[in-house]
């Protein structure tokens, strides 16, 4: 049923509506898995989904290396944890730099999808694997939003949650600095309108420019002071008599790495399409607003947040813990790393995640409550 | 002495040599004022300075209506208020816009400019109207960075000082969110090296970006997202089966607008050379570091901030206030609105500045002190 340990397998789902209106065919959906599953693909299991970020790959172990492992938190002797690539990524599920199945690459054709578009992509994917209900879902960032949109789309598919540093929907802040962001991509001359695939041109110095902003959300203002303060690039004079592209800072050198850096494993038009998805993220449409959304929810959901958290400020995870209908726990992870807090302070997610495990363990989930009062047949 | 009540006036300051060591030649100053002058300009008298923000002008009436004029909280009755524009600026003073003594615009001849220059040659305004003592020196963001300098480089010319909304030096954010929007300016194909002008075309496009996205840092996030939350601009569908830069969530459109509305009034040469000063901005540069500088001030200086300020957060402003040889005072604006609360909150910045005023009336100045001690003849 499930692809060889840690393998990286794609399963084709065929065609994806989105909530817009347009049609995605032959999606294909990347996976990778670690641990052995047991139990029921339509009850009780031990599988634990977890959900990557914007720039993320099914790779969980490298990207969550200390937390998903033998012996690690998501312990895969005992739990079989599954990881898939986003719908609309590039990392080997369809997206904009995907063969189109009538030839070249989707490039312009791929329509704008939404979180919830991935996560039906997903559902649809574990259809695909026999797999009709799953003990956890894991996630940060633009994870933490599909495992929110799981439990409203699919609560009796998803046993419990863990959701991580975002927001019940986009901010009007971070809807700002993402459609920057976009902009500067496809205001770059090479965008051509989205259809650079193959042109030999692609549009690397807007994506670059995107993630150097995007970047100054994801890490906290005291982090980034403590490692750079008003450091020259070695070497370079950022203080000459003349200002140069030549003589930096440390800290923009740094950010004109990063830039740099994504561009050498990043798509431009996946990172475009993610983004506007990131924007479009609202669990309250269509649901009777937001906090009708989330007291709908039933199933068991643990919040956590980042105290320095820019991108997405620590009393956007409040406002869903005070609304949530199913509030399983609270925790705030305090670090002056900011957003990337979740990926990058490893003990504390160790303890919150062990936490996590050992609440859905003597937690009846919504479904084993609906059994007792009889509404199932398990 | 003085220029017409509220006229823009041109002082001629001769040439400034920068802390870097280029020379900028023949340098003239435009100011405003309101109120007469009354006192000894060597001496006791009634100038307070106010100092502007970074694409900000010398209309101190305009841009703080609600704290300058007659009966206000800076009462120009009673006081003479003065306003420069700063050098590098594009309002009067001599910057990368002005026409260059040997013909043409300054352009890429303009030299990169410190906080410090724009002070120096802001000292050398006031001698060549020969005033060499002012009662009170106000200003926020890069305002307060000149307040800052001047409190440390002519301390005995100034017997008061208010400080909001900046920091003793740029962080590290700053500086990456900083270089990031010179790059978005100095990258725009419409740059040419900095030597546009005249040519008919001009990096607009990069200064809107860099705008747009030095806005979301100007305003709170939690303003911003009870201003537009999701919504669409009238007339327009962000959530349709493509993304269009035509169908834009609210917030864009307003983004979009304070980008190009600030290329209608601001030189992009200037904006690259003002933001290039305020990531040198650096108290602790030449005096032994940011503690030793802060501690060394002698000026009574109020410090204030705001609470939600994304750009220059409130642990900037305590950091000043812990560590400042002669705290004045400290207050903190409590707004949703962010960095901008000083030129927005205008109720709570009358009352501080009123305080201000009068705790400047009931305390003696670091001078008064020396001369109760006979160190200087009255």
């Not at 009846?364 to 009889?374: F, I, K, Q």
Request: hydrophobic residues 40%; charged residues 20%.
């Amino acid at each position: 049923m499930l692809g060889p340990e840690g393998e990286i397998t794609t399963v084709g789902i065929g065609n994806v509506t989105t909530e817009a209106g347009a049609t995605i065919t032959d999606v294909q959906i990347t996976y990778q898995r670690w641990g052995e599953f047991r139990g029921d693909p339509h009850g009780k299991n031990n599988i634990i989904v977890v959900e990557h970020a914007l720039t993320g790959d099914s790779d969980a172990t490298d990207w969550w290396s200390e937390a998903v492992g033998p012996g690690k938190a998501l312990d895969t002797d005992k739990w079989c944890v599954i990881c898939t690539n986003a719908l609309g990524s590039c990392y080997g599920s369809t997206g904009p730099a995907s063969q189109h199945p009538d030839g070249g690459v989707w490039g312009s054709r791929f329509p704008a999808i939404s979180i919830r578009d991935m996560v039906h992509a997903e559902q649809a994917f574990f259809e695909a694997l026999g797999i009709s209900r799953v003990h956890a879902i894991v996630g940060g960032s633009m994870g933490g939003a599909r495992v929110l949109e799981w439990t409203l789309m699919f609560p009796e598919q998803v046993d419990y949650a863990l959701v991580l540093a975002v927001s019940a929907r986009a901010s009007a802040w971070q809807i700002g600095i993402q459609t920057a962001q976009i902009t500067s991509i496809t205001h770059d001359p090479n965008w051509q309108g989205g259809n650079y695939h193959g042109t030999g041109r692609s549009p690397d110095a807007g994506l670059a420019a995107a993630r150097r902003v995007a970047h100054l959300t994801y890490r906290g203002e005291m982090e980034i002071d403590e490692r750079f303060g008003t450091s020259a690039q070695p070497g370079e004079n950022p203080l000459g008599a003349f200002r140069t592209d030549d003589h930096r800072f440390a800290v923009q050198s740094y950010l004109e790495h990063q830039g740099t850096k994504l561009t050498k494993r990043f798509d431009a038009a996946c990172y475009v399409t993610l983004t506007e998805a990131l924007n479009r993220h609202d669990v309250g449409r269509g649901r009777g607003g937001l906090n009708k959304a989330l007291a709908s929810s039933t199933v068991p959901t643990m919040i956590v947040g980042v105290d320095t958290d820019i991108l997405y400020p620590y009393h956007q995870q409040e406002h869903i813990s005070r609304n949530l209908g199913n509030l399983l726990a609270m925790s705030k992870l305090s670090s002056p790393v900011g957003h990337d807090a979740f990926l990058v302070e490893a003990r504390q997610m160790d303890r919150i995640l062990r936490h996590f495990i050992a609440l859905t363990e003597e937690t009846p989930s919504a479904r084993d409550m609906a059994v007792a009062h009889g509404a199932y047949d398990i």
